[in-house]
């Protein structure tokens, strides 16, 4: 098994170079950070520019804004992909363009909000919530306090897994801090607490947009750093990406969480 490692502002993926037919299983033994190679996500190559991308929990996420920045990345320097190219996932395509930042150009979100927080269970001290669509679902929520104060893990955890979405939900606590600038905590469906997250900072700047910043670029600051959105449409999120290591897995490791180990 061959993997490459890279991140995000600290959100990290493994591109899967080489190895067995993948189970749910096998990818959340790569993606233990205890026992395995250890990571936010698994990214699968498929023909030509195509990718899968897969949770750390085993389940198929329909996008991520880092993972495919990633992704692009990736093409561009171990497969020849020109700088501007077409990613194919399995919620549509996504036009990338590769330079010292990546850009990724999304379809237009869709919306709805503001939603009381009581209509979800949920303490009033998370203010509003917006519920968006960026090609995967996101639940963003306007807390009235500082994040610091908010046990927002535990919030991400229990909204995540509300029975109003029924294919679980990505989650956000946005505080903004002045025109075209927010502060973020992200809760990923599937993988939990993570420094950052692009297709999360989209859905914060719709949110934002719709509660009235008329910014024409967006940056969202979270514990990894900050990723630049342009609300608009396109919806284009920039950031960087940076290669970390090329990973060749024991064959021991792999033979015993293969099924043909345990036939």
Same mark, same amino acid.
């Given at each position: 098994?061959? %993997?490459?490692k890279?991140?995000?502002?600290?959100?990290?993926? =493994?591109?899967?170079e080489e190895?067995?037919?993948? !189970?749910?299983?096998?990818?959340r @033994?790569?993606?233990?950070? $205890? !026992?395995?190679?250890?990571?936010?996500? %698994?990214?699968?190559?498929?023909?030509?520019t195509?990718? +899968?991308?897969?949770?750390?929990?085993?389940s198929?996420?329909?996008?991520?804004?880092?993972g495919? +920045?990633i992704?692009? +990345?990736?093409?561009?320097? $171990?497969?020849g992909?020109?700088?501007?190219?077409?990613? &194919?996932?399995? @919620?549509?395509?996504?036009?990338?363009?590769? #330079?010292?930042q990546?850009? =990724?150009?999304?379809?237009? @979100?869709?919306?709805?909000?503001?939603?009381?927080? #009581?209509?979800?269970?949920?303490?009033?001290? =998370?203010?509003?919530?917006w %519920?968006v669509d960026?090609?995967? /679902?996101h639940?963003?929520?306007?807390?009235?306090?500082?994040?610091?104060?908010?046990?927002?893990?535990?919030?991400?955890?229990?909204?995540? $897994? $509300?029975?109003?979405?029924?294919? +679980?939900?990505?989650?956000?606590?946005?505080?903004?801090l002045?025109?075209? =600038?927010?502060? #973020?905590?992200?809760?990923?469906?599937?993988? *939990?607490? !993570?420094?950052?997250?692009?297709?999360?900072?989209?859905?914060?700047?719709?949110?934002v947009?719709? &509660? *009235?910043?008329?910014?024409?670029?967006?940056?969202?600051?979270?514990?990894? *750093?900050?990723?630049?959105?342009? /609300?608009?449409?396109?919806?284009?999120?920039?950031?960087?990406?940076?290669?970390?290591?090329?990973?060749?897995v024991?064959?021991a490791?792999?033979?015993?969480r293969?099924?043909? @180990?345990?036939?």
């Amino acid at each position: 098994m061959r %993997l490459r490692k890279y991140h995000g502002l600290g959100n990290d993926y =493994l591109v899967y170079e080489e190895g067995p037919e993948l !189970t749910e299983a096998l990818i959340r @033994a790569i993606c233990d950070r $205890h !026992t395995g190679p250890g990571s936010d996500g %698994l990214l699968v190559p498929g023909p030509g520019t195509s990718v +899968r991308i897969f949770n750390p929990d085993g389940s198929e996420a329909e996008r991520s804004g880092n993972g495919l +920045r990633i992704f692009a +990345r990736w093409l561009v320097d $171990h497969r020849g992909a020109p700088a501007q190219h077409v990613l &194919r996932t399995i @919620a549509g395509d996504i036009a990338a363009t590769v #330079a010292e930042q990546i850009t =990724l150009d999304m379809p237009p @979100a869709t919306f709805e909000g503001p939603v009381d927080p #009581a209509a979800l269970g949920l303490p009033a001290e =998370l203010g509003e919530a917006w %519920l968006v669509d960026v090609g995967n /679902p996101h639940c963003v929520f306007f807390p009235t306090e500082p994040l610091g104060s908010l046990p927002w893990r535990e919030l991400g955890a229990r909204t995540e $897994h $509300h029975p109003r979405f029924e294919n +679980r939900t990505n989650v956000q606590f946005a505080r903004p801090l002045g025109p075209g =600038l927010v502060e #973020a905590r992200i809760w990923e469906r599937g993988a *939990g607490e !993570t420094a950052a997250s692009g297709t999360s900072s989209c859905a914060i700047a719709v949110a934002v947009r719709a &509660r *009235g910043d008329r910014s024409l670029q967006i940056r969202v600051r979270m514990p990894g *750093g900050e990723l630049l959105v342009e /609300p608009s449409d396109p919806l284009r999120l920039t950031g960087p990406v940076q290669e970390v290591a090329e990973i060749d897995v024991d064959p021991a490791w792999v033979h015993a969480r293969t099924p043909e @180990a345990s036939s």
